[in-house]
């Protein structure tokens, strides 16, 4: 069975400064890997996606991920925080069984932007 | 506009009632998915439908129910057998199974 793994529960950093949100699975094969970001009270929305390819992920809002799979990451990053940055973010793999398809969640990074 | 809707946002329930949650889709997917997220938790799959007439139990299907009579609805029920059901709900679609999924904006499930 696959998992997700994102270490840090709680980031602060500075509006103008880069963000990095660390993401490791665990999934036996080549996994779907995904980036949602939630706004308090709302639902999810998808920044970015990998299914296969170019390794480095291109999303909305100016995020970007890079999948590395020697260390089984999938990190979100992005070069300059905007104060409507701040959010939760979760990372979700996807399982390929055609009969069981699955997305399994992590618990989430919670995002703060100070000015 | 297409999208996915739930409602009610705020929902409460006394003991022993069952509640139903809506979830409406007009993105023309077939699959539909329910999710219960707690805080500090993610998100646990309780039930999908890959499609019309037919749906699969999730990690967390005891005391819920669902039904998928239609390919744009799939309501949840949290019946009284649930002890613990103040969460927030989410509904999400994909066109089908192992597609990308959309999430709608939530339901909040309180007990009186």
């Known amino acids: 069975a696959q998992s997700v793994t994102q270490p840090d529960i709680h980031i602060t950093v500075s509006e103008g400064a880069s963000l990095e949100l660390r993401c490791n699975y665990s999934?036996?094969?080549?996994?779907?890997l995904f980036w949602y970001v939630q706004s308090p009270g709302q639902g999810l929305q998808l920044l970015l996606k990998?299914?296969?390819?170019?390794?480095l992920v291109q999303g909305i809002k100016g995020f970007e991920a890079e999948f590395k799979r020697s260390q089984s990451s999938f990190n979100l990053r992005k070069p300059s925080v905007h104060w409507s940055d701040a959010a939760e973010y979760f990372c979700?793999?996807?399982?390929?069984?055609?009969?069981?398809?699955?997305?399994?969640f992590g618990a989430g990074t919670t995002v703060t932007v100070r000015a | 506009d297409g999208g996915i809707t739930q409602s009610p946002k705020y929902l409460f329930r006394k003991e022993g009632q069952n509640v139903t949650l809506s979830c409406e889709q007009n993105?023309?997917?077939?699959?539909m998915y329910w999710y219960r997220q707690d805080p500090g938790q993610g998100l646990r799959l309780i039930y999908y439908?890959?499609?019309?007439?037919?749906?699969q139990k999730g990690d967390i299907a005891e005391g819920y129910s669902v039904s998928r009579e239609k390919k744009e609805s799939f309501p949840l029920t949290v019946t009284s057998a649930q002890k613990n059901p103040t969460a927030f709900y989410l509904c999400?679609?994909?066109?089908?199974?192992?597609?990308?999924?959309?999430f709608g904006p939530g339901t909040r499930l309180l007990v009186l």
């Open positions: 979700a793999v996807a399982s390929l069984s055609v009969n069981d398809y699955k997305l399994s």
């Open positions: 439908s890959q499609i019309v007439n037919d749906f």
């Open positions: 993105l023309n997917h077939d699959a």
């Open positions: 999934y036996g094969a080549t996994p779907y």
């Open positions: 990998y299914f296969s390819g170019d390794t």
């Open positions: 999400a679609s994909s066109r089908y199974n192992q597609e990308t999924q959309y």
